[in-house]
């Protein structure tokens, strides 16, 4: 079915960086939402007023309030769709997860609401009529439920779109909660015990941990979580393919919003290659990453020297020092300047965030181990902090 809705309302649907093609995509999950949600929120809210069940009409406007969402998710990818102009020349992408932040405050609203309307529930408690066609609707509620929550996260995934993630996950904290409700009319209807206002309150702790789970999701990426580790790789490895460029280092990746990533590094050239030769070696490279992975990146070039073995010698030297003490650190824009008095080793040294040494006694023991070797040595390091990808 899902795959039947794409090719029906999507088109060119594999060009997933494409902001017009994510806007078609927000709106046929918006518009599937939208739908589902109030044919479910109606015949539940007429089911549970007959009932005389507060977890079921509890439940039926927690299905109005995906609804909301649905429209919320339909105007943020439409508002992520406009171009960069003066004041935001990075472009509107981040409207995507600012949607996906709206709906997650709305589940956590929601989950409120419910909570207070079941603790009343459990202090004045009513009787529940109990009915077959109850049990229906709510088998199927749990059924169209499910599949909204494929439905959303085969897209969201697709996408890699957390508004549409969070609508999912919502949509499956859905099902266990109407489960509950379910579960709870059938207890009463056999035991005759009345648990509605207590199954409400565990309906509200479900819709309130999909909020958080939700919220959390949408808020990473606006404060600046680290790039996709695979996104990172592939980069990498791309870049170096040719062999042209012998290294890359201090990459950054800011992301504007899904297809608005800007990519930022250093490469290394050989020293001795002519100029000219190696500005046309880092422009091709931009075109080539621009036009693959649909990104904007700037790429600054750094000499190395390649052919002298003096310096190829310190280089290999440094390079065992510091494995020694931990394989996991990297270092580069390694050179060397030679004085009367002393020979400065100068280089970049790459240190995890969360590395178990400080950054002056990694110095300190590298020095330690350099005067070991020769006296005249002087190292000069300058520590960049990053994110080790696995």
């Known amino acids: 079915m899902t795959g039947l809705l794409i090719k029906l309302f999507i088109k060119n649907s594999e060009d997933i960086i494409n902001p017009r093609v994510r806007k078609d995509y927000g709106a046929l999950s918006g518009g599937v939402g939208i739908v589902c949600n109030i044919i479910l929120f109606l015949i539940k809210l007429m089911t549970g007023i007959i009932s005389a069940s507060i977890s079921v009409i509890a439940d039926a406007f927690n299905n109005l309030s995906d609804a909301a969402s649905s429209v919320i998710t339909i105007i943020g990818f439409k508002l992520a769709d406009k171009p960069a102009d003066?004041?935001?020349?990075?472009?509107?992408?981040?409207?995507?997860?600012?949607?996906?932040?709206?709906i997650a405050f709305l589940i956590i609203m929601t989950a409120v609401e419910l909570l207070k309307?079941?603790?009343?529930?459990?202090?004045?408690?009513?009787?529940?009529?109990?009915?077959?066609?109850?049990?229906?609707?709510?088998?199927?509620?749990?059924?169209?439920?499910?599949?909204?929550?494929?439905?959303?996260?085969?897209?969201?995934?697709?996408?890699?779109?957390?508004?549409?993630?969070?609508?999912?996950?919502d949509s499956l904290s859905d099902c266990i909660a109407t489960g509950a409700v379910l579960l709870s009319l059938i207890i009463g209807h056999i035991f005759n015990i009345n648990i509605d206002g207590y199954t409400g309150i565990l309906v509200a702790l479900f819709v309130f941990k999909a909020g958080i789970e939700?919220?959390?999701?949408?808020?990473?990426?606006?404060?600046?979580q680290a790039p996709d580790p695979e996104f990172v790789k592939a980069l990498e490895e791309d870049i170096l393919s040719e062999g042209k460029i012998k290294g890359i280092h201090d990459m950054h990746i800011h992301d504007y919003g899904p297809g608005r990533v800007i990519v930022s590094l250093h490469a290394e050239i050989p020293a001795e290659m002519n100029v000219m030769e190696a500005h046309d070696i880092i422009d091709n490279t931009e075109e080539r990453i621009k036009r693959k992975y649909k990104c904007e990146i700037s790429i600054h070039m750094d000499p190395i020297e390649t052919e002298n073995e003096s310096v190829n010698e310190l280089k290999n030297m440094i390079d065992k020092i510091?494995?020694?003490?931990?394989?996991?650190?990297?270092?580069?824009?390694?050179?060397?300047?030679?004085?009367?008095?002393r020979t400065n080793i100068i280089f970049d040294l790459e240190v995890p965030f969360d590395f178990e040494l400080k950054d002056n006694e990694i110095i300190r023991n590298i020095n330690e181990k350099v005067k070991e070797i020769d006296e005249t040595y002087y190292i000069v390091v300058q520590v960049d902090k990053v994110v080790i990808n696995n």
């Open 117 to 169: 309307g079941s603790v009343d529930k459990i202090l004045h408690p009513e009787a529940v009529e109990f009915s077959f066609f109850s049990v229906i609707i709510l088998v199927f509620s749990i059924c169209l439920k499910m599949w909204m929550a494929l439905f959303n996260k085969k897209i969201g995934r697709k996408l890699n779109a957390s508004a549409m993630l969070a609508t999912a996950a």
């Open 322 to 341: 510091i494995n020694e003490i931990n394989p996991i650190l990297h270092f580069h824009d390694f050179r060397v300047t030679n004085g009367p008095m």
């Open 214 to 224: 939700a919220a959390s999701d949408t808020l990473q990426p606006l404060l600046g």
């Open 86 to 102: 003066n004041d935001h020349p990075y472009g509107h992408g981040r409207y995507e997860y600012l949607s996906g932040l709206l």
